[in-house]
């Protein structure tokens, strides 16, 4: 049964069943009279044909069952409800699909969810939103439900140009094939029209730190707090070495600088484009507020010797409770989310830096982990942290052109490739960034500068959107230097984008796909050449 089937087709058949009841009350009735036949039947044929009615009608109520509107498809807004699609062999890719959409509902979405060869165009044509959880087996197939999806409809023309799309790949980087159905899916998706969310996530044999990252993302599509991790947090001691206000006076939110090292042991390895996962804290008086409304005092230990308070500054704090002591109270705590920050640095600079704007609520209360390590956290505080590689924001190889665009703290993730680059001796490097005001928001600016003069970075475009200059944010600029991005494009250069993925984002992948065109944008992307770290 197909399960975007309209009302009409359930009405239909709802009446040809009535209309079969019909005739088999009408039949009963000559049955039971007494020139239906020489004999009456035997007990046995009409219990065997009661009971055969009643399966009949039983089947018919399991196929309305599964046809019928599902709560989670409702809506009197008229917006179709995000569809959460798996295709999955051994039933991984469909317990992932589950939980992200247990997530996105808890975000306040609609959530639609369906095995792949339950899709049809008529569903994608309906659908604004759609995930797939894609799961890919032997060397490089589809799961074998996921075939019907191929013959049926992936072999027909179709046009998806409304349709917004995100991928979970799984997969054994072991195989030559490595995610190979997911990039599938979406090759399949991107040359029909339909706009990618943010770029596939693939997952090496279950990989945590990826699937951390897929649910990062997942809290963009509902109400924007970062979702729970799916497996318990396991964070290295870092501490706060210093911190610094780089922007007094902007107009923006205040940013600061931050520098950590490990709190024990030498500092571990990562690249350019990997990412930092904090896991943030509430603020002590926050926390004294909380014991103190609930009658625990701030002194209290736990039988392990742990103080109270300093669980409850990294959990989720619960608006009522009904344990009775601190140790029962401790197990029912769930962790904090934790965020992700880009690494501005690289270990052969001695340190892991960041760069964050410190966020704030309506009322003008800082967010949660911003304020925490902008405000809150002492210099010297320890601070949960764990490196998540991120290899698709990774350097490109060798010492072909690279071209750099971002904006506002996006800047931290595009100065560690400079940096590579600088290691690695690459010059051809263009960087182009966008910001508020050139006297408060140049981040880096003074250090990018000597970089340009000693040769480091060919290009350095700026662009101030409050300074009154001719072009006011990046996609701006680069419009106006179309003909040298098809020059770079043409000398073999990669494109990397990091910043923010509401409006610059998206403008910049408009920009993009004017100066090359569609397919020539999309050929970038199949090659690794035009990739993302938006957020």
């Known amino acids: 049964m197909n399960p975007s089937r309209p009302p009409r087709a359930l ?17 009963l009735r000559l049955h039971m009279g007494e020139d239906w036949w020489l004999a009456a039947p035997l ?59 247990q997530s996105l509902r808890e975000g306040g979405c609609k959530v639609r969810l369906r095995a792949l060869d339950e899709v049809d165009a008529a569903l994608l044509a309906a659908t604004r939103k759609a995930l797939f959880v894609a799961s890919t087996t032997g060397e490089g197939d589809p799961p074998d439900h996921a075939l019907a999806f191929l013959s049926r409809v992936m072999k027909q023309p179709a046009a998806l140009p409304h349709l917004q799309y995100a991928v979970l790949a799984l997969g054994d980087r072991s195989y030559d094939h490595y995610c190979a159905f997911g990039h599938q899916l979406d090759d399949w998706l991107r040359r029909h029209g339909a706009q990618p969310l943010f770029d596939t996530v693939e997952v090496d044999n279950a990989d945590p730190a990826a699937l951390r990252h897929w649910q990062q993302l997942l809290g963009q599509l509902g109400d924007g707090n970062p979702q729970a991790d799916w497996s318990a947090p396991d964070y290295q001691h870092w501490q706060l070495c210093d911190r610094k206000l780089l922007n ?20 571990p390895q990562w690249q350019a484009g990997d990412i930092a ?57 769930q962790p904090l989310p934790h965020r992700e920050y880009s690494i501005a640095s690289l270990p052969a600079e001695g340190g892991l830096q960041l760069l964050l704007r410190r966020q704030a609520h309506a009322d003008g209360t800082p967010g949660l982990a911003s304020g925490w390590l902008c405000d809150h956290a002492a210099i010297g505080a320890r601070i949960d942290l764990r490196l998540r590689e991120n290899s698709n924001f990774h350097p490109p190889a060798g010492d072909a052109p690279l071209l750099l665009i971002g904006n506002g703290t996006g800047i931290a993730g595009l100065r560690a490739h400079l940096r590579a680059r600088i290691d690695a001796g690459a010059r051809r490097n263009w960087l182009l960034f966008g910001e508020r005001s050139h006297a408060h928001d140049f981040h880096f600016g003074d250090e990018l500068r000597q970089w340009q003069r000693d040769g480091w970075i060919e290009r350095l475009d700026t662009v101030f959107s409050r300074d009154g200059q001719a072009h006011r944010y990046v996609q701006d600029a680069l419009a106006a230097h179309a003909d040298v991005l098809r020059q770079w494009v043409g000398d073999g250069a990669t494109v990397l984008v990091c910043g923010s993925l509401q409006g610059m984002a998206p403008a910049v992948d408009a920009v993009i796909a004017q100066a090359l065109g569609s397919e020539r944008k999309e050929r970038l992307t199949l090659e690794r050449r035009y990739r993302r770290d938006v957020y």
């Open 277 to 333: 996962e904090i896991g943030p804290r509430h603020a002590p008086a926050t926390v004294e507020r909380w014991m103190q409304a609930h009658g625990f005092d701030p002194g209290t230990t736990l039988a392990n010797g742990r103080a109270l308070r300093d669980l409850l500054a990294a959990s989720r704090l619960p608006d009522a409770i009904t344990a009775s002591d601190a140790d029962a109270l401790a197990a029912r705590l």
């Open 248 to 267: 007094p006076g902007s107009a923006g939110g205040p940013v600061f600088h931050l520098h950590l090292q490990p709190a024990d042991g030498p500092l």
């Open 43 to 101: 007990p046995a044929r009409r219990t065997g044909a009661l009971a055969a009615l009643c399966a009949y009608l039983a089947w018919c109520l399991v196929l309305w069952w599964r046809a019928r509107p599902r709560r989670d498809e409702a809506g009197s807004d008229g917006e179709p409800p995000l569809l959460v699609v798996w295709a999955s062999q051994t039933g991984f890719a469909r317990q992932l699909a589950e939980r992200s959409a």
């Open 11 to 27: 009405a239909g058949n709802l009446a040809v069943i009535a209309l079969l009841l019909v005739a088999a009350g009408l039949l």
